[in-house]
């Protein structure tokens, strides 16, 4: 571990999952590309010098094509790597020498290239000036890019990486990280990512610190290089000086002091000053993390995403091991309900069995409700699969991704069929409550017409404000206009509470803006009935819970409608955090 020497450098990334981890990186997406070099015939060398070629401009088009997108974010001083690699791959000695290898001693592309790559490493470690020799770097850097295009090596997985170390990489799927091992990997940074994409939200759930959307971190960083990572404020330091160390451990320690504290909360009830309750559940992926939900005090779980089943295979599941899994969680949950909703891919979930991924805008594809709804036996399947698992514990059911009643009809119309098909074979609950994600403006908008077709809405935060502001909730571009608290969001959330009340139903909200301890006085005061969030999130909130009266949280609620911008409502909120919460906010 180097500190003496002062070359830290300090990037602002995105918060994506709060904990403090220093350690070592470990890019996942420079491996070093395996080359074997083969002799090829006289009559194979044509083909050999065109496949260089083609790789060349593929490389050279990603590298533009990077160049155009960086852009507009960075100035022409952080552009000049890739200026650099740019020409590089025209180099004449690079191209020429690679050329005359494969024509001179017959050899395959790849293994033509990684001859020209040694040479020209020996000859920049030679050279005396720091800067020169460490250009060697680059051309490696390139070099590894065109094989990679050649041989078209995938990434390796995260699940083979070893030791303690920080990830870092260009991007993690959500299929990544339900392969991170924590004993192994402490914390990843991305380029890419917003903080509700669902990477962002596994890492959460994992309680593995994530910082996303950092644009430039794997140019940045090289193996085993010392960094700090702050999953909370989004900060990262790379090779940090001995200040910044001691002040990171200090604050690694705090966090973990208050985690230990909040956790002190678990057993206390969530109710106001004045005794108004509100339920706070969890929101889970996975049956492992129903411990971490009995460890934060949650009151059952708000919102299974039942899709990570369906991750990491070749083929679907069917209902028997549906079922298997899903009467596991409602038992080891007991007595506390289970709220399961039905398959929710596209997006940024995709399943590549399911051949989603063709679509131009995924978002807004064939997805969730509306892909069970074509698919009626799959459906069903899923739907008697949970329907069974209710003999076991209290279960509710949701719908994903609703635009309109006539879907909600359908639905309920298969969840008929499938009881049917159920009656005198397996027990189940025949009143189990039947509700539909509130996630789409139209669902906002008609919230009056869909209160009357269900049990309970469950607001999903993270579609709503993607969907009502046109903001695609994984660009880190768009991060910034990603406002929970734009009128039309706020608006939104008390169109539906209040439709839900009307019909006499609970409004509930499961996406992540129900754990941000910030914003309880707010649904609190709107009248949310539930709000189901990360486990860790959950003492956080009772902790502001039970310093509210509802008054004051109705007069919070008022006032933040009252604003014009997301930014008004904000410096609002955050005097009124501080002038009535500050000693409950770490
Ligand atoms: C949401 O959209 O807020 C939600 C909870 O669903 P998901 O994040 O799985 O799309
Ligand atoms: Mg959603």
């Known amino acids: 571990m180097v500190l003496e020497k002062s070359n830290a450098k300090h990037l602002k990334g995105i918060g994506a999952s709060a904990g403090i981890a220093i350690g070592q990186v470990r890019i996942t997406d420079r491996r070093r590309v395996t080359v074997t070099e083969i002799t090829v015939g006289a009559d194979q060398v044509p083909g050999e010098l065109a ?20 852009a507009t974010t960075h100035g022409p001083e952080h552009l000049c790597v890739i200026d650099a690699h740019l020409m590089l791959l025209d180099d004449t000695m690079l191209v020429g020498e690679t050329t005359q290898y494969i024509e001179r001693l017959g050899i395959n592309a790849e293994g033509a290239l990684k001859r020209t790559l040694i040479r020209f490493k020996s000859f920049f470690e030679g050279v005396e000036d720091d800067y020169l020799r460490e250009r060697g770097g680059d051309v490696e850097t390139v070099v590894e890019r065109v ?45 890419l990512g917003g903080k509700t994409s669902h990477s962002a939200i596994l890492a959460r759930a994992f309680e593995v610190p994530a910082v996303v959307g950092l ?34 451990l ?25 005794g108004h309750r509100m339920r706070l559940k969890g929101n889970v992926e996975f049956i492992e993390e129903i411990a971490s939900i009995n460890r934060h005090g949650g009151e059952g779980i708000g919102l299974y995403r039942t899709e990570m089943l369906f991750f990491n295979r070749n083929t679907l599941p069917d209902e028997e091991e549906q079922f298997e ?3 596991a969680l409602v038992r080891k949950m007991a007595p506390h309900p289970v709220t399961i909703r039905t398959l929710d891919v596209g997006g940024d979930k995709c399943l590549t069995d399911l051949n989603l991924s063709d679509e131009m805008n995924p978002a807004l594809g064939v997805r969730a409700i509306r892909l069970s709804l074509r698919q009626p036996e799959a459906f069903k399947a899923q739907l008697r699969a949970i329907l069974r698992a209710s003999a076991f514990g209290e279960v509710r059911l949701f719908f994903p991704m609703v635009s309109g009643v006539a879907e909600v009809r359908m ?87 209040d439709a839900a009340h009307a019909a006499g139903i609970d409004a509930c909200i499961c996406g992540e803006m129900a754990g941000e301890p910030e914003y309880l006085p707010i649904l609190l005061g709107l009248g949310f009935d539930e709000l ?32 014009s911008t997301a930014a008004e409502a904000d410096a609002y909120l955050k005097g009124e955090i501080a002038a009535r919460f500050s000693e409950s906010f770490d």
């Open 411 to 497: 639905a309920k119309a298969l969840f008929e069929e499938a009881k049917d098909e159920l009656r005198g074979l397996f027990s189940f609950d025949e009143k189990l409550a039947v509700g539909i994600m509130i996630e789409i403006p139209s669902a906002v908008v008609i919230a009056d017409l869909l209160a009357a077709e269900v049990d309970f809405f469950s607001v999903g935060t993270n579609d709503l404000i993607q969907y009502t502001l046109a903001i695609d909730r994984t660009n880190e571009h768009l991060s910034s206009l990603y406002e929970p608290l734009h009128p039309a969001v706020l608006r939104s959330l008390k169109m539906v509470v």
């Open 325 to 327: 899994a899903y009467a």
């Open 147 to 191: 094989l990679r295009t050649m041989v078209g090596e995938k990434q390796e997985p995260i699940s083979k990486i070893e030791g303690k170390v920080i990830v870092v990489a260009h991007d993690l799927s959500p299929a990544d990280i339900l392969q991170i091992d924590k004993s192994k990997v402490i914390g990843f940074i991305t380029d």
């Open 51 to 70: 496949r260089l070629a083609k790789a060349i401009e593929r490389a050279k088009g990603d590298l533009a094509s990077l160049r155009h997108q960086l």
């Open 215 to 248: 644009e430039r971190i794997t140019g940045e960083v090289a193996d085993g290089d010392m960094i700090i990572m702050d999953g909370a404020t989004g900060a990262v330091i790379i090779n940090p000086d001995p200040e910044a160390f001691k002040d990171y």
């Open 532 to 563: 189901s969030m990360n486990a860790v999130s959950i003492p956080r909130v009772k902790k502001i819970l039970r310093r509210c009266t509802m008054d004051a949280a109705r007069e919070v609620a008022d006032r933040v409608l009252t604003y």
């Open 250 to 274: 200090q604050k690694k320690q705090r966090y973990e002091y208050v985690e230990r504290e909040m956790l002190k909360l678990r057993d206390l009830p969530s109710v106001t000053l004045d």
